[in-house]
């Protein structure tokens, strides 16, 4: 007969497709099976909304590349009412695993699951199966444990981490474009001022007043009565100066004399290295070594003012230099060694993207080995069985007066939870539920006599739920050598606890139960 595999996807792929892959189970039509509510079958999941729509298309498109990859069984979707009540949820199951059953053999994988749907699988076979309306091998319902489980708060915190190093560097990227931008021309702005009064004193120990008058032009200047003066001594200094340099051999080009030629390199200097955070390449010290040289052997041998001005207008752009480069040698520094490890942490980044995305698409758990359940009949629990489960598999191996003690404490602690609600509730009547279990919370004694009268009430119940968890394989005996045999869950009752969500639990079967025990009490 042929045999339909169905998947439940949730937010584990790997699990989902482990079984296929690995050959544990054949499979000659797969269905997965997902949510009404989900994207359409083979949307894009760029195209779907951000959170849980994206994830489950992700997941959706992530299973059927996989299996199509690994298998030459058809794939396609099936959806159930994931959302919706569990009686509606456990009326289109039991439809689609009649339906699958009637063709052959069905398949179950329940490893991805919510407690919600996987408990509509186990009551649907379980009623179909005592019913007659299948073979008891006729569903076969299974898990793949987690060998390698990621806690989502840790990946949380991880993709915060990279979304905090992707902010920085976009931070690290706005301080270099502003330290080697506006940055860089606001410091380097008083340099180009002491650079342009250089250069105007430059050009009137030089006589050119016609370049002093253009250089001033924008700003006054406090020696503006002696331009006539400095002219004729400029000239005067010029022809000397020739008459020297007449008599000397021709320099090479790369130590010229001419301070004005020095003096135009040490301004492209500037005009080209004007970066913050990169090294200085070329040293302009040099450049104004020579240019003291030119001016020492042009006007060295002057004292008029233009000289002297000249000479101190030197000194105070040889101190907004040093300031300058002491500036960049520090900052390139300090930015040097920050900007080698966000190199590094981008490229850590980067690797952590590739993994959470990789996550995204596999799935956060792998597993490894199945084990099935198809030779227990799981039968759909009612309250006091589940509560029973609930309390022996979160903990060790009781004795049944034990268990029964255990299970009047976890609802006289829901009757003061309500009750603790129903009391802080303002105005408007109270249900005769509610007034008892603020009776319950505010008064310990009525408490504690309401769980010893639960414990006595419940002592045949219990005994009637432990068989019946026996028999369907949920639970077995435990031989003592002293004192009372106790219970513990088998692998069935384990795979029932570790799918059951433990607030939505409380919320409905402990809830029912403590009203089902309230309303006794009442009568």
Known sequence: MPT???????????????????????????????????????????????????????????????????????????????????????????????????????????SSASPHVAAAFYAARTALVDAGDVETDAITLFHVPATESLDLDVV???????????????????????????????????????????????????????????????????????KGLNAVLGRAREQIADLVESDQQIPDPAETRDPDAVLDAIEAWVDSEIGLLS??????????????????????????????????????????????????????????????????????ADTASDRLAALDESGVARGSGTYTLDRHTLAPLDDLEALVLKILSTGPPRSRPRTRRAVASELRERAEHHGIVAAARDGGPKSSFEAFCVGVARNATEGESFEKRLSNDLRARLDVALEALTANGYVTTV????????????DAGRLWAETTDWETFRDEVVDDLLRDCVERELD
Not at 18 to 29: K, M, N, Q, S, V
Not at 170 to 185: I, W
């Open 4 to 110: 339909t595999h169905l998947s439940i996807l949730g937010r584990d792929v790997q699990r989902v497709v482990t079984p296929l892959e690995d050959g544990d189970f054949d499979a000659d039509r797969v269905r997965l099976v997902r949510a009404e509510s989900d994207p359409e079958q083979g949307r894009d999941p760029d195209d779907c909304a951000p959170g849980t729509p994206q994830l489950h298309a992700r997941v959706a498109r992530t299973a059927t590349e996989a299996l199509s990859t690994a298998l030459d069984a058809p794939i396609d979707e099936v959806r159930l009412p994931f959302d919706s009540s569990f009686p509606a949820l456990y009326a289109a199951t039991t439809d689609l695993l009649r339906e699958l059953a009637a063709d052959g053999t069905v398949d179950v994988n329940l």
């Open 156 to 226: 949380s915190d991880l993709r915060a981490v990279v979304a905090d190093v992707e902010m920085t560097r976009s931070a690290l990227d706005g301080f270099e474009r502003v330290a080697d931008g506006p940055g860089a021309a606001a410091v380097v702005e008083p340099l180009r001022i002491a650079l342009e009064d250089l250069r105007i004193s430059l050009a009137d120990a030089s006589g050119d007043t016609s370049t002093a008058r253009q250089l001033r032009s924008a700003r006054p200047s406090p020696r503006r009565g002696q």
């Open 279 to 348: 090294d200085v390449e070329e040293d302009p010290r040099e450049l104004v070594t020579r240019f003291r040289e030119s001016c020492e052997a042009r006007f060295g041998k002057f004292e008029d003012e233009a000289t002297v001005s000249l000479f101190e207008s030197l000194g105070r752009f040889e101190r907004h230099l040093d300031a300058y480069l002491d500036a960049r040698e520090h900052l390139g520094a300090a930015y040097e060694s920050v900007a080698t490890r966000m190199a590094e942490l981008d490229e850590r």
């Open 479 to 490: 031989e003592r050598e002293a004192g009372r045999d106790a219970v513990e869950p088998t």
